[in-house]
């Protein structure tokens, strides 16, 4: 994703490989940016129920998903899924944040992650955002939440697979209720040749 702003407000997408050059694609410790919205895309997130959440039970809940020592050197950020009546809890590293706030110390600096915007609640639709080598997954059946996760994959035959085992697991209909790629993915490399139909918002 490219970052786009206003005269007083910056979205910027961060990942591992982007981070340093979406930086220093802005001027450092511009006045002029009072608000900076950061969208997260990385694999360390958890979605936790309202009614399980809590600050003496969320850094346990987080070990367990994600190993003990994925919280090392990151800090916890939240975002609220109404829909869901859940939390999106995910990590941002310590020195990501060190440096933006930095780069942007006159701005208001706010979090979200990318999985969010696969949370779409619908009827039947399994919801992708493919982003360098991660597929972000939803999918709703019945209007309820079956699955929300992210799968890292090295090539295209192995994203496949992925999407086939959703497939399978759930017994969906691909040729009723095509994958949805939300706007901004990119796109799913070699789909007709591992017969993954999608379809774009």
Not at 10 to 29: D, G, M, S, T, Y
Not at 47 to 52: G, S
Not at 139 to 148: D, F
Not at 172 to 191: F, H, Q
Request: proline share 5%; hydrophobic share 40%; glycine share 2%.
């Amino acid at each position: 994703m490219e970052p786009t702003n206003s005269a007083e407000t910056l979205h910027l997408r961060l990942n591992a490989e982007n981070f340093r050059e979406q930086l220093l694609a802005h001027p450092k410790k511009d006045i002029r940016i009072k608000t900076v919205q950061i969208e997260i895309s990385n694999e360390y997130f958890l979605l936790i129920p309202n009614t399980f959440d809590s600050p003496t039970y969320r850094l346990g809940f987080l070990e367990k998903a994600l190993g003990e020592h994925a919280l090392v050197g990151k800090e916890i950020q939240q975002q609220a899924i109404s829909a869901e009546d859940a939390n999106l809890v995910f990590l941002v590293p310590s020195d990501w944040k060190d440096h933006i706030s930095a780069h942007f110390p006159y701005a208001k600096i706010s979090y979200t992650h990318t999985l969010a915007t696969c949370l779409q609640r619908n009827d039947q639709q399994l919801t992708l955002y493919i982003e360098g080598k991660f597929a972000f997954a939803s999918l709703y059946q019945g209007n309820k939440l079956q699955l929300a996760n992210v799968y890292p994959f090295e090539s295209a035959i192995e994203l496949a697979f992925y999407l086939q085992s959703i497939r399978d697991a759930f017994s969906l209909n691909w040729t009723l209720y095509p994958p949805l790629l939300v706007s901004g993915s990119e796109e799913i490399a070699d789909a007709s040749l591992y017969q993954i139909p999608y379809v774009q918002s």
